[in-house]
Each structure stands twice: as structure tokens, then as C-alpha cells.
């Protein structure tokens, strides 16, 4: 157990970890902001005994909470323990800031021992494995899977060979055929948005795990801005600013895929420091999810082959 780690908060026990996994889990769920909030009430202006911190789980999260939370959830949803919350200011890099509790995951991440990343990662990731119901495609709606081992690092591999070719064939004969099928647009949009989006929290978490023990923190740039050519800033080992761009598939690693003129723009300027980062078989239930780099500007890389009508990328 990590030395004089608390594990009993609050003066009734609100809130009690079973041991230090449990802690770190438990910890990384109250960080997601998909499933909990945060706040500081300023109860005293309104003529209460004492201000306090508030954890709010969001309703339709409670089945994802470890045993130790579900237990302390009060009414209204509500975790009531400012010791707790305080113990996490204090030692976690957590922030409260005007009433706000900030929770800045690459900051959190340096206080963590490296240990106890992947127990942290599996609550903060616990509910990143959303994906469309089979039995509510017509409602458009996401439903929780909590088998997917989501906390894992993603794994880098070597990039290709074209003998792995007729295996991904196998994969997209077999989206061939679904195709006959009469499309719903909407829905082959959300998957699409989702793979995208999915693909890009992993790497962006496993930037963050890669520079914990630096000065350095990753940036998520196209949740604020999909214009730049790339979704990821963040730094090499070396400290070197590099610029990723994520490009995610639920099929094999040789599936092509496509590159807007910015994001062919941004490999020519940034060369050697723009990195695709090729992610993919996302639709499988797995303990790993795999990635290969391709460096460099796109048009003069050696293993890429381009279609300049359309900037269809395939790997040769």
C-alpha cells in the first residue's frame, strides 16, 4: 500500500476505499466529468451551517460506480464529504478555483504513482466505452459496455507490411455486404464521430501517461478547433514539440484512409515533428488497442501511396 495513503473520510465514514486500487479506480471516476461534477456551495450566504463540497454522479453513470462510491451516493445523487475533496486538493493536484473544482487530468496524472496509473486510467476511461445500441439503432441512443479493459495503453506496433493486406480484406468484404443493406446516414455518421472521437481520447490519454514524469503536458487542440491539421500537440522524450494527427478504424491496420488538404499542409510543414498516429480494430472487445506511426510529410513518405483526386491514403 502507498504510504499514509487515506483510505476513511469524514467523520461518520461517508466515504471508505477497500484498499489502494480501489482508491486510485474510484479517484479517476470522480475526475471523468461525464460522470461526476464537482462544486464548492457557498451554503453560509444562504444562511446554512457551513459551506461545502458537492459530488454529483450523473444519474444514468451509477451502475458504472465501484462499490465504494455507489455506497456513499446520498439523495439527489450526491456524495457529501469535504474531507474527502479537500484530501484531494491537497495531494492530487485537484484545483478549486471561484466555486470551481478543477480536475486537469495531465497535472493529476504527476501525482500519481506510476503503479497505480492503470487503476486510475480504467475509472477515469470507464464510461469512454459508449457505443450505439444494437437494440435502440432507431432511437439513435448510447448505451454503457463496462467489459471493455479501456484503461489499457494503447500498443505500438511496426507499421504494416502488405502481406496483412488480405486480412483487412476479410474485414471490409464483410462491411461490403452490410452496405446492401439500406443505409441510415444519421447513424453511420454517429459511429463514425464516435471511432473518431474514441480513437483520439486513447492516444491523447496515452500522451498523457507518456509525458506524466516530464514538464510537458499534451493538448487536445481539435475539441476547441478541427481547423489545424492535426488533434494532438504534445512532446517527444527528447522535449521536441511534435503534432499528431489521429486517424482511427474499426478494421485492420492496411484499411485506407483519407487526409484533408490541411492535414497534407500540415505534414509539409511540420515534417519529421507530424506524426499519424494509425489506430485500429476499435470495434473489437479486446484488453489491447493497437497504433502505428507514420512520420513525416504524407506525400514523400515511403510506406504511404496517395490518390490525388481524392487524398485516399493506402499503405503500399
Same mark, same amino acid.
Given at each position: 500500500?502507498?504510504?499514509?495513503?487515506?483510505?476513511?473520510?469524514?467523520?461518520?465514514?461517508?466515504?471508505?476505499?477497500?484498499?489502494?486500487?480501489?482508491?486510485?479506480?474510484?479517484?479517476?471516476?470522480?475526475?471523468?466529468?461525464? &460522470?461526476?461534477?464537482?462544486?464548492?456551495?457557498?451554503?453560509?450566504?444562504?444562511?446554512?451551517?457551513?459551506?461545502?463540497?458537492?459530488?454529483?454522479?450523473?444519474?444514468?453513470c451509477r451502475k458504472l460506480l465501484t462499490p465504494s462510491l455507489e455506497k456513499a451516493v446520498r439523495s439527489q445523487n450526491r456524495i457529501n464529504?469535504?474531507?474527502?475533496?479537500?484530501?484531494?486538493?491537497?495531494?492530487?493536484?485537484?484545483?478549486?478555483?471561484?466555486?470551481?473544482? &478543477?480536475?486537469?487530468?495531465?497535472? &493529476?496524472?504527476?501525482?500519481?504513482?506510476?503503479?497505480?496509473?492503470?487503476?486510475?486510467?480504467?475509472?477515469?476511461?470507464?464510461?469512454?466505452?459508449?457505443?450505439?445500441?444494437?437494440?435502440?439503432?432507431?432511437?439513435?441512443?448510447?448505451?454503457?459496455?463496462?467489459?471493455?479493459?479501456?484503461?489499457?495503453?494503447?500498443?505500438?506496433?511496426?507499421?504494416?507490411?502488405?502481406?496483412?493486406?488480405?486480412?483487412?480484406?476479410?474485414?471490409?468484404?464483410?462491411?461490403?455486404?452490410?452496405?446492401?443493406?439500406?443505409t441510415d446516414y444519421i447513424l453511420r455518421e454517429i459511429t463514425n464521430t464516435y471511432i473518431g472521437d474514441f480513437g483520439e481520447e486513447k492516444?491523447?490519454?496515452?500522451?498523457?501517461?507518456?509525458?506524466?514524469?516530464?514538464?510537458?503536458?499534451?493538448?487536445?487542440?481539435?475539441?476547441?478547433?478541427?481547423?489545424?491539421?492535426?488533434?494532438?500537440?504534445?512532446?517527444?522524450?527528447?522535449?521536441?514539440?511534435?503534432? &499528431?494527427?489521429?486517424?482511427?478504424?474499426?478494421?485492420?491496420?492496411?484499411?485506407?484512409?483519407?487526409?484533408?488538404?490541411?492535414?497534407?499542409?500540415?505534414?509539409?510543414?511540420?515534417?519529421?515533428?507530424?506524426?499519424?498516429?494509425?489506430?485500429?480494430?476499435?470495434?473489437?472487445?479486446?484488453?489491447?488497442?493497437?497504433?502505428?506511426?507514420?512520420?513525416?510529410?504524407?506525400?514523400?513518405?515511403?510506406?504511404?501511396?496517395?490518390?490525388?483526386?481524392?487524398?485516399?491514403?493506402?499503405?503500399?
Open positions: 500500500m502507498e504510504k499514509d495513503l487515506k483510505l476513511i473520510f469524514g467523520t461518520e465514514k461517508q466515504l471508505e476505499f477497500a484498499d489502494t486500487k480501489d482508491f486510485y479506480m474510484s479517484f479517476g471516476m470522480v475526475c471523468n466529468p461525464n &460522470i461526476f461534477t464537482i462544486s464548492y456551495e457557498m451554503n453560509k450566504k444562504n444562511g446554512s451551517y457551513s459551506n461545502a463540497y458537492r459530488l454529483r454522479v450523473l444519474s444514468s464529504c469535504n474531507e474527502y475533496v479537500e484530501y484531494l486538493i491537497d495531494n492530487y493536484n485537484v484545483v478549486e478555483k471561484s466555486g470551481d473544482v &478543477i480536475c486537469n487530468i495531465t497535472e &493529476i496524472l504527476k501525482s500519481i504513482p506510476n503503479e497505480f496509473v492503470a487503476y486510475f486510467m480504467k475509472g477515469y476511461t470507464s464510461n469512454a466505452s459508449t457505443t450505439l445500441s444494437k437494440d435502440e439503432t432507431k432511437k439513435i441512443s448510447y448505451t454503457i459496455d463496462a467489459d471493455l479493459n479501456l484503461y489499457n495503453d494503447l500498443e505500438e506496433v511496426a507499421i504494416p507490411t502488405i502481406s496483412t493486406k488480405n486480412e483487412d480484406k476479410k474485414d471490409t468484404n464483410k462491411a461490403s455486404k452490410s452496405s446492401n443493406k439500406k492516444v491523447y490519454m496515452n500522451e498523457c501517461i507518456k509525458l506524466k514524469n516530464t514538464s510537458n503536458n499534451p493538448k487536445w487542440v481539435s475539441r476547441e478547433d478541427d481547423s489545424l491539421g492535426y488533434d494532438i500537440e504534445s512532446y517527444d522524450l527528447a522535449g521536441n514539440k511534435i503534432y &499528431i494527427e489521429v486517424k482511427s478504424t474499426p478494421y485492420g491496420p492496411t484499411t485506407p484512409f483519407f487526409m484533408s488538404k490541411k492535414e497534407l499542409d500540415s505534414s509539409k510543414k511540420y515534417g519529421d515533428n507530424y506524426y499519424i498516429y494509425r489506430v485500429y480494430n476499435l470495434k473489437k472487445k479486446c484488453n489491447k488497442y493497437y497504433y502505428f506511426i507514420l512520420r513525416g510529410d504524407v506525400e514523400k513518405n515511403e510506406h504511404l501511396c496517395i490518390e490525388k483526386e481524392n487524398s485516399k491514403v493506402s499503405i503500399k
